[in-house]
């Protein structure tokens, strides 16, 4: 039993083990070095700290022909809603409008309004209402879309939208500082956002 | 008759006898001022046993808090692992620059406020202390921002005039992206910057936790790193998408990485916590379990040479009646 207990132990912690000496240390260690270089100069009996990039994947090089698909990673601050998904189309709500993003588009950051997402995969199209966010789209088809709050639109409630929208339009004309009137515009924005999305 | 001469000899025995059990038990543990006192015919367990009564309990105090922090981290792990992909974005995009270097520098420190955690706090000020030391130079200031109580208490005492903002008591509702956004929001309302570094504890394992700091720059610095080439050289090939002027995306685009950045450190930082926590409670239980079993060897042995003296006198009594 104790033999097993062992052997379970150097299991469960060779893959934990494991991760920081992937591939990205030795792609990243030129980045670094002359953060820990100057560090062991200044402090050398502390070990540098890590950095972001060694807990990251690299990111593929930029392929010379366009590919046939779009990589979404779509994540919110409590869970990563996609992750590397392999797309055909993704239209997103930028603040100019809503643009659809197709493999090869050009490299772009976009800020994000309250709105629709939805994420063409052949036949299917899964629709999420985001609230608000960045998206950016790299030249190596990978688009990266933050938003803070995304819910698939079957799980909106309409008779809610409603009630919201007029209470944010009332506070609007009742509002007097800037501040509210900034807070309110904001709800009214969302609110009618919402209903856009669930009538259109 | 006999008995009171016996009781007489008895007492005239028992402080000649006494000191050398005694002096073993002195000898380990406990304080010169807790004498048994004179007069006393057996040697006193009462000490002995008030210690191990005493240590029993730290150790059923510890086990609990170790219970307590396990159940707390699995509830956290969840959440923490769930916003690693919330930096990685902004990563890609703008790249990793902690050798940057710029003129004003604000070092985020995140601690906790609760301590009996290990050493994670200690070495999160270390660390901020080595990079402020590593920073310094003409026409350069580096500020301190602290999050949490154990952090400031440290701080306080050498850099004091170099502390812009301590902000304390985040876990007492759990940890959430909004609360996270409004403290982001007040740093960057009272903070000036052109850096960003956040120091916290990276959780990677029950047993491991590394200090990381992240980099997060302010909008004029990205434009001036992205003229100038390197990392953030091909910034410049990305359109920009927005009603806006580019230097109000990238502020934008600069707040809401520090408030994304935050959220996962905050929270990564509250799972080392508890973990630092779990086991600095283990080892502290396992301390206490050794050295109840050394109080109870001396125990025995106080009480078996408290009988073995008793003996000694009732028959050293009874053969000088005889002979």
């Keep these: 039993m104790l033999r097993r207990a062992t052997t379970l132990l150097t299991r469960s912690t060779i893959p934990l083990r494991a991760r920081p000496f992937s591939t990205d240390v030795a792609e990243t260690a030129p980045a670094d070095s002359t953060f820990s270089d100057a560090w062991k100069k200044v402090v050398p009996h502390i070990d540098p700290p890590r950095t972001p990039l060694t807990f990251m994947k690299p990111r593929p ?30 239209i997103i709500p930028a603040s100019t409008g809503h643009m659809g993003v197709l493999p090869g588009h050009v490299a772009t950051i976009a800020e994000l309004k309250p709105g629709v997402m939805s994420v063409h995969e052949g036949a299917d199209v899964t629709k999420y209402f985001v609230s608000s966010g960045f998206a950016f789209i790299h030249a190596n088809s990978i688009a990266d879309i933050i938003a803070v709050e995304a819910v698939p639109l079957d799980r909106v409630d309409a008779s809610l939208v409603q009630k919201g929208l007029a209470e944010f339009t009332q506070k609007l004309n009742s509002a007097s500082t800037d501040l509210e009137k900034a807070e309110a515009q904001i709800g009214v924005d969302v609110h009618s956002a919402l209903n856009s999305a669930l009538t259109g | 008759m006999a008995m009171v001469a016996l009781r007489r000899e008895g007492r005239r025995f028992a402080p000649l006898i006494s000191p050398h059990p005694m002096a073993a038990v002195r000898s380990s543990i406990i304080p010169a001022e807790e004498q048994v006192p004179l007069g006393v015919r057996s040697i006193s367990t009462q000490i002995v046993r008030n210690r191990m009564k005493s240590v029993k309990n730290i150790q059923k105090i510890t086990k609990a808090m170790k219970m307590v922090a396990a159940s707390k981290l699995r509830a956290i792990q969840v959440k923490a692992e769930n916003s690693r992909g919330l930096w990685q974005p902004f990563t890609a995009l703008l790249g990793d620059t902690p ?149 109000e995306i990238l502020q934008n685009l600069a707040e809401f990485q520090f408030s994304c950045v935050m959220f996962n450190a905050v929270l990564e930082n509250a799972c080392s916590e508890q973990g630092a926590r779990m086991s600095a409670m283990d080892s502290s239980s396992r301390n206490a379990g050794e050295m109840l079993d050394r109080l109870t060897l001396t125990y025995n042995r106080t009480r078996q040479a408290s009988i073995t003296t008793e003996l000694i006198e009732i028959i050293s009594g009874a053969s000088a009646l005889e002979g």
């Design chain 1, 61 to 90: 090089v930029t392929p010379s022909s366009i590919p046939t698909k779009l990589t979404v990673n779509f994540v919110l601050p409590y869970a990563s809603e996609l992750s590397a998904k392999e797309v055909d189309m993704v």
């Design chain 2, 99 to 247: 050798s940057v270097s710029v003129k004003k520098d604000v070092i985020v420190t995140i601690s906790s406020d609760k301590g009996l955690c290990g050493g994670i706090n200690s070495t999160s000020v270390k660390i901020s202390k080595a990079l402020h030391k590593l920073n310094a130079g003409p026409e350069k200031e580096t500020k301190y921002v602290i999050l949490g109580e154990k952090a400031k208490a440290q701080l306080i005492r050498d850099s004091k005039k170099d502390i812009e903002l301590c902000i304390t008591e985040l876990q007492k509702n759990p940890l959430n992206y909004t609360q996270v956004s409004v403290i982001a929001d007040d740093i960057l309302k009272n903070v000036e910057f052109d850096a960003f570094r956040i120091v916290f504890n990276k959780f990677q394992s029950v047993v491991s936790f590394l200090p990381t700091v992240s980099t997060v720059l302010s909008p004029e610095i990205v434009e001036r790193e992205s003229e100038a080439g390197g990392k953030l050289g091909d910034l410049d090939s990305y359109e920009i998408e927005g009603g806006e002027t580019k230097s």
